[in-house]
């Protein structure tokens, strides 16, 4: 099931007069072969603050099939001057793409508060993560590293080297509305490939800026193509182009199970990033303000919408009261209101949809689970917070390692304090859900510490730290139901991007059969 949507006007008749009596709103165009162009539909979707749901950001094409498909054309005629490109010169335009990204990082940074909500502060961290990437990533054009290994045979060479996988289809959320498009974006280019990429209807407007960005630098036309659109209409449409020989896939857990499927369907490369359930364990000899900084961040930044949130703390019961009774008071003092005030620590959920799903969380918390709710729990309705979509900052205590909010994914700003007899028990606890993207222990004792970092089944791991904080250069990514084996970032993203090519040269004039000759004098 996709998450939910943020509210989009179409404009169809009934909508067109209202959006029309709008001139100011700009029109935005899909980016396929080098030119920005509508959708053939002539519909649009509007993208709207989540701070304050009468500011209209612009409008953005809902592409169809067909927009897709011209896309898929411009990447397939790009592709092989693309992949022929030499990667150290690739390289080159990516860097310069990294220069425009840091000169033009407030304005980003400021779009991206404004259609996605997060305060600024942390959009800034988003476009400087599109920005490590960047060059994190453009240097490996002049890596892109293959090797040499002795060949069975005399007089023959083997060596092995990586080559592009030809056209990937892109399709991102919206909590990072730059920095995951540019995950996928960057490595497929260095790696020679040509792409399509739909982001999330919520937050069209980063990748607008980051494909903008692309353009500037000199990126060839076709390389890059921009579809903006519906998960159910242009992205389908993308997981199911036969020409798109790679899907990469960020979002939930349901909405990458079926396009894992359609991928099944075509043997297509399928590489998913999906949802989790993190969780930061703190030990009796843990420092406990160390970790109460750490769930606060881990749990209310970005609301609550990171998928390496931390939306669970087990915690040991000879500090659990401790604990919660400091978790609590800082989670109160906590500012909600629009992230584009300095002020603010909270900014809004993303959309009207995510306020009823976190909603029906926090009831089913209270009356189906019986935890405590020990702040927060409220939508906030007046004065700054009337037109859009906030919630305040909730704790629930006393909650049991199977109750429902213990385990789905409830993204926003909510998380569940869960007792624990000791760190097998707390380890137990930490692994007992369907998910495996982050976890993280505070403690002072070494030998805690590794024993959970051994015994913690997740693809990324902390020692007194929150569970977010990734860094570009090593892989990220989860077990179970977050990811299907792949990884990232680092340089194992290039693991995604490409596909190994063994290379034999035989120099020796004759026919050598592997397997079958002998090698004179070894028997
Ligand atoms: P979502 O699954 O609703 O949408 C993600 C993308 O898929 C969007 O672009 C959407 O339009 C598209 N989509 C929807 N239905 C589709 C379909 N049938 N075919 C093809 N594409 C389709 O997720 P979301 O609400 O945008 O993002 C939130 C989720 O993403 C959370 O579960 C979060 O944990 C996860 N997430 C995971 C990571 C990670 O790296 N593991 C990072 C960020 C977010």
């Given at each position: 099931?996709?998450?939910?949507?943020?509210?989009?006007?179409?404009?169809?008749?009934?909508?067109?007069?209202?959006?029309?009596?709008?001139?100011?709103v700009?029109?935005?165009?899909?980016?396929?072969?080098?030119?920005?162009?509508?959708?053939?539909?002539g519909?649009?979707?509007?993208?709207?603050n989540?701070?304050?749901?009468?500011?209209i950001?612009g409008?953005?094409?809902l592409?169809?099939?067909q927009?897709?498909n011209?896309?898929?054309?411009?990447?397939?005629e790009?592709?092989?001057?693309?992949r022929?490109?030499?990667?150290?010169k690739?390289?080159?335009i990516?860097?310069?793409?990294?220069?425009i990204?840091?000169?033009d990082?407030e304005?980003?940074?400021a779009d991206?508060?404004?259609?996605?909500?997060?305060?600024?502060?942390?959009?800034?961290?988003d476009?400087?993560?599109a920005?490590?990437?960047?060059?994190?990533?453009?240097?490996e054009?002049?890596r892109?590293?293959?090797?040499?290994?002795?060949?069975e045979?005399p007089d023959k060479?083997?060596?092995c080297?990586?080559?592009?996988?030809?056209l990937?289809?892109?399709?991102t959320p919206?909590n990072?509305p730059?920095?995951?498009?540019?995950?996928?974006?960057?490595p497929?280019l260095?790696?020679g490939?040509?792409?399509v990429?739909?982001?999330?209807?919520?937050t069209?407007?980063?990748?607008y800026?980051?494909?903008?960005?692309?353009?500037e630098?000199?990126?060839?036309?076709?390389?890059v193509?921009?579809?903006?659109?519906?998960?159910?209409s242009?992205?389908?449409?993308?997981t199911n182009?036969t020409?798109?020989?790679?899907?990469?896939?960020?979002?939930?857990?349901?909405?990458?199970?079926t396009?894992?499927s359609?991928?099944?369907?075509?043997?297509?490369?399928?590489?998913l990033?999906?949802?989790?359930?993190n969780?930061?364990?703190v030990m009796?000899?843990?420092?406990?303000?160390?970790?109460?900084?750490?769930a606060?961040?881990?749990?209310?930044?970005?609301?609550g919408q990171?998928?390496?949130?931390?939306?669970r703390?087990?915690?040991?019961k000879?500090v659990?009261?401790q604990?919660?009774k400091?978790?609590?008071?800082r989670?109160?003092?906590?500012?909600?209101?629009n992230?584009?005030d300095?002020?603010?620590d909270?900014?809004?959920?993303?959309?009207?949809d995510?306020?009823?799903?976190?909603?029906?969380?926090?009831?089913?918390g209270?009356?189906e689970?019986?935890?405590t709710l020990?702040?927060?729990g409220?939508r906030?309705?007046?004065?700054?917070?009337?037109r859009?979509?906030?919630?305040?900052p909730?704790?629930?205590?006393?909650?049991?390692p199977?109750?429902?909010?213990?385990?789905?994914?409830?993204?926003?700003?909510?998380t569940?304090?869960?007792?624990?007899?000791?760190?097998?028990?707390?380890?137990?606890i930490?692994?007992?859900?369907?998910?495996?993207?982050?976890?993280?222990?505070y403690?002072s004792?070494?030998?805690?510490?590794f024993?959970?970092?051994?015994d913690?089944?997740?693809?990324?791991?902390?020692?007194?730290?929150?569970?977010?904080?990734?860094e570009?250069?090593?892989?990220f990514?989860?077990t179970?139901?977050?990811?299907?084996?792949h990884?990232?970032?680092?340089?194992?993203?290039?693991?995604i991007?490409?596909?190994?090519?063994?290379?034999y040269v035989?120099y020796?004039?004759?026919?050598q059969?592997?397997?079958i000759?002998?090698?004179e004098?070894l028997g």
């Amino acid at each position: 099931m996709a998450q939910a949507k943020k509210s989009l006007a179409k404009t169809t008749s009934k909508t067109q007069s209202r959006t029309a009596s709008r001139p100011s709103v700009k029109n935005y165009q899909n980016y396929i072969g080098g030119k920005w162009v509508p959708s053939e539909s002539g519909e649009v979707s509007e993208n709207i603050n989540p701070a304050d749901t009468q500011d209209i950001i612009g409008r953005f094409p809902l592409s169809t099939p067909q927009d897709v498909n011209k896309a898929v054309n411009a990447a397939r005629e790009a592709y092989d001057g693309w992949r022929n490109m030499p990667a150290p010169k690739r390289a080159e335009i990516l860097f310069r793409l990294g220069e425009i990204l840091i000169r033009d990082k407030e304005t980003f940074t400021a779009d991206m508060t404004r259609e996605m909500g997060k305060v600024l502060k942390e959009a800034g961290g988003d476009v400087q993560e599109a920005i490590d990437c960047t060059y994190y990533t453009a240097g490996e054009g002049r890596r892109l590293h293959g090797f040499t290994t002795p060949a069975e045979m005399p007089d023959k060479f083997a060596m092995c080297v990586r080559q592009p996988v030809g056209l990937c289809g892109l399709i991102t959320p919206w909590n990072f509305p730059m920095a995951i498009p540019s995950w996928k974006l960057i490595p497929a280019l260095v790696c020679g490939n040509t792409v399509v990429l739909k982001p999330a209807e919520d937050t069209p407007l980063s990748s607008y800026n980051l494909v903008h960005a692309c353009e500037e630098a000199g990126i060839p036309p076709g390389v890059v193509n921009l579809v903006t659109g519906e998960g159910e209409s242009a992205g389908a449409a993308i997981t199911n182009h036969t020409a798109l020989r790679l899907i990469s896939f960020t979002g939930s857990t349901e909405t990458g199970r079926t396009v894992a499927s359609s991928c099944a369907e075509r043997n297509a490369i399928c590489s998913l990033e999906m949802g989790g359930k993190n969780v930061i364990i703190v030990m009796d000899d843990g420092d406990i303000d160390l970790a109460i900084e750490g769930a606060i961040w881990g749990a209310f930044g970005t609301s609550g919408q990171r998928c390496t949130a931390s939306s669970r703390l087990v915690v040991h019961k000879k500090v659990y009261k401790q604990f919660s009774k400091k978790l609590v008071e800082r989670a109160k003092a906590l500012r909600v209101g629009n992230g584009a005030d300095p002020k603010t620590d909270v900014g809004p959920v993303i959309n009207a949809d995510a306020v009823k799903k976190i909603m029906s969380y926090i009831d089913i918390g209270q009356k189906e689970d019986g935890a405590t709710l020990a702040c927060g729990g409220r939508r906030l309705t007046r004065g700054d917070h009337a037109r859009g979509h906030f919630i305040e900052p909730t704790v629930f205590t006393d909650v049991a390692p199977d109750m429902r909010i213990a385990q789905e994914e409830i993204f926003g700003p909510v998380t569940a304090v869960i007792p624990a007899k000791s760190l097998d028990d707390a380890i137990e606890i930490a692994n007992g859900v369907r998910y495996g993207l982050s976890a993280a222990i505070y403690t002072s004792d070494v030998n805690q510490a590794f024993r959970a970092m051994n015994d913690m089944y997740t693809g990324i791991f902390y020692v007194n730290a929150s569970t977010i904080g990734a860094e570009v250069h090593l892989p990220f990514g989860g077990t179970k139901a977050t990811g299907n084996g792949h990884r990232e970032a680092g340089t194992q993203v290039l693991d995604i991007f490409s596909e190994w090519k063994s290379i034999y040269v035989d120099y020796s004039g004759k026919l050598q059969r592997a397997q079958i000759d002998m090698v004179e004098g070894l028997g």
